[in-house]
């Protein structure tokens, strides 16, 4: 009963480094979703997938790339880190047709560190 | 999506009834009410939701007023494990309406 999985849980990069945050739900979910928290802050939303083969932006893309490789997973790509990127990122998804909507499912978060 | 606005931190005791107040005068008549909670450094999790009738789950019970411009959740029976923020949310019911987080309450759960 995994749930979401969010893979690597904890990174620490130098500035212009590049990495790929992992995500991948076993709930067969449509809709899949990037957020990043700032200490002390609220989720901000970073790129969403609203279906396979769709991606969006969101709140804060700037500084992100993601792919929705297939139903299961979506991943999140830093091209150059910044010390500005400095977050936990949390990915997420949901499925909402139907009654039965519990909301979104969360992962446990990456917590990244942009020396 | 609505606006929400909630006290930035409440305390409560264990044991007691913790009643949380949120205030979303814009909701429109589509518009549901979510709560979530993030115990620290974990993921948000989803707690209730509601349109216009009262809702209560295992967690929770979600009392939404009959013009909905406010609500309240209510965790009955307060345990330190209760302790977190909690986040009230107005968002449509279909897939282009997301998530999104404001500040939330800091909910404390004194022994």
């Known amino acids: 009963n995994a749930g979401v999985t969010q893979t690597p849980k904890f990174q620490v990069l130098k500035t212009g480094q590049s990495m790929t945050l992992q995500c991948a739900q076993d709930?067969?979910?449509?809709?899949m979703y990037w957020y990043r928290q700032d200490p002390g802050m609220g989720l901000r939303l970073i790129y969403y997938?609203?279906?396979?083969?769709?991606?969006d932006k969101g709140e804060v893309p700037n500084g992100y790339n993601v792919s929705r490789l297939n139903k299961r997973e979506f991943s999140l790509r830093l091209e150059s880190a910044a010390p500005s990127q400095t977050s936990v990122y949390f990915c997420?998804?949901?499925?909402?047709?139907?009654?039965?909507?519990?909301?979104?499912?969360f992962g446990s978060g990456t917590r990244l560190t942009v020396v | 999506d609505a606006k929400t606005t909630q006290p930035p931190s409440m305390d409560c005791a264990e044991g007691r009834a913790a009643n949380l107040p949120c205030n979303h005068s814009t909701i429109s008549g589509n518009e549901y009410v979510y709560w979530y909670r993030q115990i620290h450094s974990q993921g948000p999790q989803y707690i209730i939701h509601?349109?216009?009738n009262n809702e209560t789950n295992e967690m929770a019970s979600l009392i939404i007023t009959e013009d909905r411009k406010s609500s309240t959740l209510i965790l009955p029976h307060a345990t330190l494990r209760d302790t977190a923020v909690y986040y009230c949310?107005?968002?449509?019911?279909?897939?282009?309406?997301?998530?999104?987080f404001g500040g939330g309450t800091r909910l404390m759960v004194k022994p």
């Open positions: 709930m067969n979910h449509n809709s």
């Open positions: 949310i107005v968002r449509g019911y279909n897939a282009g309406n997301m998530l999104t």
């Open positions: 509601g349109l216009k």
């Open positions: 997938s609203a279906s396979e083969g769709t991606t």
């Open positions: 997420a998804s949901s499925e909402l047709q139907g009654a039965l909507n519990y909301g979104y499912t």
